[in-house]
């Protein structure tokens, strides 16, 4: 069975400063990783995902992640946040055994303060 | 950018009521997804469907829930006797392959059983 955890619920933070969202997650088999950001009242949108090759991947609105296989990590980071980057962050991990389904994460909720 | 729709985005209905979920995929896209998210809960997986039928499901998915392509260019989700913990943000989506690339979601609708 797989697993994601998502440590934070909240993470306040100043503009211009840097943030790290942390995930971690458990899984038996090989897997893929997401970030998806779900901005208020919108859909998931798909900010990153690692497949295979390089362990640090970079997404879209400047976010990046780093898979960290013998720490069962995904964390996601942004070297200088803007207040638009306010939303719930999740994680997601998908299996490489064949399965469709992603498991979520509970959601960080990334407050950015003026 | 091609969009995942849903509709309606918001549907009220009375507890033992049969609603029905419509959702329009990306036009070549050949899986479909349902999700969905109780109020400050996780995103959980419903079900997958691929070649006019499903490919999996979870133990969420009992007899009540159903999905459908009916026309070839819809993809609806039916719960046939809502009880009042369906009350929930349920997303579809969709994708060209198989989940392993990520998903294109759509932005929700909040079913509401009173």
């Known amino acids: 069975a797989q697993s994601v955890t998502q440590l934070d619920s909240q993470v306040p933070v100043f503009e211009e400063a840097p943030v790290e969202l942390r995930c971690n997650y458990s899984?038996?088999?090989?897997?893929?990783l997401f970030w998806y950001v779900q901005y208020p009242n919108q859909g998931l949108q798909l900010l990153l995902k690692?497949?295979?090759?390089?362990?640090l991947v970079k997404g879209i609105n400047g976010f990046e992640a780093e898979f960290n296989k013998s720490q069962t990590s995904f964390h996601l980071r942004k070297p200088s946040v803007h207040i638009s980057d306010t939303a719930e962050y999740f994680c997601?991990?998908?299996?490489?055994?064949?399965?469709?389904?992603?498991?979520f994460g509970t959601g960080t909720r990334l407050k950015v303060l003026a | 950018e091609p969009e995942v729709t849903q509709t309606p985005s918001h549907q009220v209905t009375q507890m033992g009521q049969e609603v029905i979920l419509r959702c329009v995929p990306i036009?070549?896209?050949?899986?479909f997804y349902w999700y969905r998210q109780i109020l400050g809960q996780k995103v959980e997986f419903l079900v997958s469907?691929?070649?006019?039928?499903?490919?999996?499901k979870s133990e969420i998915f009992d007899d009540q829930f159903s999905v459908e392509r009916p026309d070839g260019s819809n993809f609806t989700l039916k719960i046939r006797s809502t009880k009042l913990e369906d009350s929930a943000m349920y997303f579809c989506?969709?994708?060209?392959?198989?989940?392993?690339?990520?998903?294109?979601f759509g932005s929700g609708t909040r079913l509401t059983v009173v």
């Open positions: 690692y497949l295979s090759g390089s362990t």
């Open positions: 989506a969709s994708s060209e392959v198989a989940a392993t690339y990520g998903y294109t």
């Open positions: 469907f691929y070649n006019n039928e499903i490919s999996e």
């Open positions: 036009s070549n896209h050949l899986y």
């Open positions: 997601a991990v998908g299996s490489a055994s064949g399965t469709y389904k992603y498991i």
């Open positions: 899984s038996s088999v090989s897997v893929y």
